[in-house]
């Protein structure tokens, strides 16, 4: 079963623009990671936020975790035609340690 | 990408072979994990390792099975690989150093199985 869902699925944008995706998941969480995948590729690591966080930064993403509400949400700033891919959120679970689950995705189209 | 190599890179196989893929890494990381990717679904964990000779199932595990006499390779086996095995198939790890947590995964393997 997947722990984290994405929403958008599909985003579609002019570069420049912001970017925002939501990532829910259900239970109690060590940490919260967001990965990028570009199409036909592996997935990248973007950024870290752990369950006593509550914002990260890094370069033009933002990570928030609202861990109430059971809830991340990426923020890509000033979006480039060279973030477009797949963007993906995958907890490690307490208790879960060393295993991640991956939510089912989305797709950034950032247009020129 | 952590060393990671996959092979094959591509494979396309018929219902009721079996199907072996590698995963190599070369810096002597602990924990490596086996992927599938399908429409929809993100990644779902198949099986991992944390070390040489141990191994544990994943959220899909069944009809697959690994193995692991080695530090630098996980190998991935579809006993008897039917229809609904068709997918991309990545290896990931863990890294000894620095974020423990994050994976660095390999660039995947296209299997169809017809």
């Known amino acids: 079963s997947q722990q984290g869902e994405e929403d958008p699925q599909a985003l579609s944008i002019q570069e420049g623009e912001n970017a925002t995706m939501n990532c829910s998941y259900k239970?109690?969480?060590?940490?919260l990671q967001w990965y990028r995948q570009n199409s036909g590729r592996g997935l990248v690591h973007l950024i870290l936020i752990r369950s006593n966080e509550r914002e990260k930064h890094s370069g033009r993403l933002r990570v928030t975790l609202d861990t109430s509400k059971k809830s991340s949400s990426l923020l890509i700033t000033a979006s480039r035609a060279a973030d477009t891919a797949s963007y993906f959120c995958?907890?490690?679970?307490?208790?879960?340690?060393?295993?991640?689950?991956f939510g089912g995705g989305t797709r950034l189209m950032v247009k020129p | 990408d952590a060393g990671i190599t996959q092979s094959p890179r591509h494979k396309v196989t018929e219902t009721g072979t079996p199907v072996t893929l590698r995963c190599h890494q070369t810096?002597?990381?602990?924990?490596m994990y086996w992927y599938r990717q399908d429409p929809g679904h993100g990644l779902r964990l198949i099986h991992y390792?944390?070390?040489?000779?141990?191994?544990d199932k994943g959220e899909v595990s069944d009809g697959y099975s690994v193995s692991r006499s080695k530090t630098e390779d996980f190998l991935l086996t579809l006993e008897s690989a039917t229809s609904s095995q068709t997918s991309v198939y990545f290896c990931a790890i863990r890294p000894r150093t620095g974020p423990k947590e994050t994976q660095y995964f390999g660039p995947g393997t296209r299997l169809l199985v017809l």
């Open positions: 995958a907890t490690e679970d307490d208790g879960a340690g060393n295993m991640l689950t």
């Open positions: 810096e002597n990381h602990r924990y």
């Open positions: 239970t109690s969480i060590n940490n």
């Open positions: 390792s944390y070390g040489v000779k141990d191994t």
